[in-house]
C-alpha cells in the first residue's frame, strides 16, 4: 500500500522546490565506502496492518512499480523477476530494498535484497541526516526512501539527457540542477500524531483547549523531501515537508475515515495542476509537447475563474488513502470549505473543467461518476471521480486505479 501510494501521487503531482528552503550542511560526509546506487528504494511494511489479500497487493506493487520505470526505460526479465521478489517480500511485511546498480543495453540492472536495514551508502546519510533534523521528525519511523543520484544519471545518459524523457521529466519537477534527490517517508502512530503544526508557535489560546494537547490522530506517513544542488557543496541538503506528521484539526473539518494510513498534503491546487501539466508534457516528444504546453496555458487562462471557484470551495488540506477493501484502489478527497459549498457541485465544476479540456474523453461510470483515462502505459490506468460520494459524506473526492489499462473498475 505505501509504495503505490507514493508512486501514484509522485505521478500524479510534481512538488516546486522552495527556492529559499532553509539547508542544513555537515562539516564531513560520511566515509561509508561502498557505491551509491544510481537509484534506489528502501521500504520496512512492518509497521502497516497483514495484508489482506497477499497475493493481490503484490500483484499490485509489481505492476505499479514496473509500469513506472517502463515509463523511461524497458525492463529486462532479470529486473522483472527482483520486482517480483520485492513485491512478495512487500505483501509479507518484510523489509526490502531495491537498486538500480547499472544499465545494460539501455535497460536498468534491478537488483533486489531481502530484509535490510537503511543501505548505509555516502551520499544518501547527508540526506537523511537532513530528515530527521526537521522539527516533529523525532515522532516517526523511517519506513521508506527513495534515492536518485542524479548527477551519475546525467553522466550514464550524457548525450541524450538533456532532449530525453528524463531530462524533461526532472525539468518538470523543478530539478535540473540537483546532484541527488531523496524522498522520505516516516511512520507516525496514533499515539505521536499531533493535533496542531509542531513546527509553528501555538497560541496562548490554542493552549487553553485541552485537546490541542492530545497526541490522538489518525495513523499518517509524513514525507519529506530533500536534494544537493550542484551550486552548493556536496554536504550542503536542503529540502521541504510534502505530506504532514500532524492532523489539522482545527482546519481540517472531518473526522478520519477508516484507513490502513493517511498522506496529508497542504493543498495549492493552482500549483499543482500546472505541475501536473508540465510532467504530462515531459512524456511527449519536444514537438508534441510545445503544442500541449500552448493549449494547457490557453486552457489554464480562460479558466481561471473556475479554478479559482473550485480552489476556493475546499479546504487547503487534501488527504490520500488506500481503501481498504482494494488494493489497487486509492482515494483522494477533502471536505469542502465550510457549509456553504457542496461537494456535488464543486465536483460539478471540476467535471465541466475537465471536459473543456478534453473533450471527447470523458467516459461516465456506473456510480454516476465520470473518468478520464490515462495513457495506457502509466502505472495509473483510470482517474475518475464521483459527484455525490456516499461514504464519508460530504467530501469532494478523487478515486485512483492502479490497473495499468484495465477497463474493469472497482466498485
Not at 68 to 87: G, K
Request: with cysteine; hydrophobic share 45%; net charge neutral.
Amino acid at each position: 500500500m505505501l509504495i503505490r501510494s507514493l508512486l501514484a501521487f509522485t505521478l500524479l503531482i510534481a512538488w516546486p522546490f522552495a527556492g529559499h528552503a532553509p539547508a542544513l550542511s555537515e562539516s564531513s560526509a560520511s566515509a561509508a565506502a561502498e557505491p551509491v546506487a544510481l537509484l534506489s528504494l528502501w521500504l520496512d511494511p512492518r509497521p502497516l496492518p497483514p495484508a489482506s489479500d497477499p497475493a493481490a497487493e503484490a500483484r499490485v506493487f509489481e505492476q505499479t512499480l514496473v509500469r513506472a520505470v517502463e515509463l523511461f526505460l524497458p525492463v529486462p526479465d532479470s529486473s522483472r523477476t527482483n520486482i517480483a521478489l520485492a513485491a512478495a517480500a512487500f505483501s509479507s511485511r518484510k523489509p526490502l530494498l531495491l537498486h538500480v546498480s547499472g544499465f545494460e543495453s539501455g535497460s536498468p540492472i534491478i537488483e533486489f535484497v531481502a530484509d535490510t536495514a537503511q543501505p548505509e551508502t555516502a551520499a544518501a546519510i547527508p540526506h537523511r541526516r537532513w530528515a530527521a533534523s526537521q522539527r516533529g521528525a523525532e515522532a516517526g519511523l523511517p519506513v521508506f526512501e527513495l534515492f536518485a543520484d542524479i548527477n551519475a544519471l546525467r553522466l550514464t545518459f550524457e548525450s541524450s539527457f538533456a532532449s530525453g524523457r528524463a531530462g524533461r521529466f526532472i525539468h518538470a519537477l523543478g530539478a535540473p540542477n540537483a546532484r541527488s534527490l531523496m524522498l522520505h517517508g516516516r511512520w507516525i502512530t496514533p499515539d505521536k500524531v499531533a493535533l496542531f503544526d509542531p513546527a509553528l508557535p501555538m497560541s496562548p489560546a490554542a493552549r487553553r483547549i485541552g485537546e490541542y494537547a492530545k497526541l490522538n490522530g489518525p495513523p499518517l506517513i509524513r514525507l519529506d523531501q530533500s536534494w544537493n544542488s550542484r551550486a552548493d557543496e556536496p554536504s550542503t541538503i536542503r529540502g521541504l515537508n510534502i505530506a504532514a506528521g500532524h492532523w489539522p484539526s482545527a482546519q481540517l473539518k472531518m473526522s478520519p475515515p477508516a484507513a490502513p494510513f493517511f498522506c496529508l498534503f497542504r493543498a495549492d491546487f493552482r500549483a499543482w495542476l500546472g505541475n501536473a501539466l508540465k510532467v504530462r508534457g515531459a512524456w511527449l516528444d519536444p514537438e508534441s509537447a510545445a503544442a500541449f504546453e500552448q493549449s494547457c496555458a490557453a486552457w489554464l487562462r480562460a479558466s481561471r475563474p473556475s479554478i479559482d471557484r473550485i480552489s476556493g470551495s475546499i479546504s487547503s488540506w487534501l488527504l490520500l488513502r488506500p481503501s481498504a477493501l482494494h488494493p489497487d484502489l486509492l482515494i483522494v478527497q477533502t471536505p469542502p470549505k465550510s457549509d456553504g459549498f457542496k461537494a456535488e457541485a464543486v465536483v460539478g465544476e471540476f467535471d465541466q473543467l475537465m471536459r473543456k479540456q478534453f473533450p471527447g474523453r470523458i467516459e461516465v461510470i456506473p456510480d454516476g461518476g465520470s473518468r478520464l483515462p490515462s495513457p495506457a502505459d502509466w502505472p495509473l490506468s483510470v482517474i475518475f471521480w464521483n459527484p455525490n460520494p456516499a461514504t464519508p459524506s460530504p467530501t469532494v473526492q478523487l478515486r485512483i486505479l492502479l490497473r495499468g489499462g484495465s477497463n474493469d473498475l472497482a466498485k
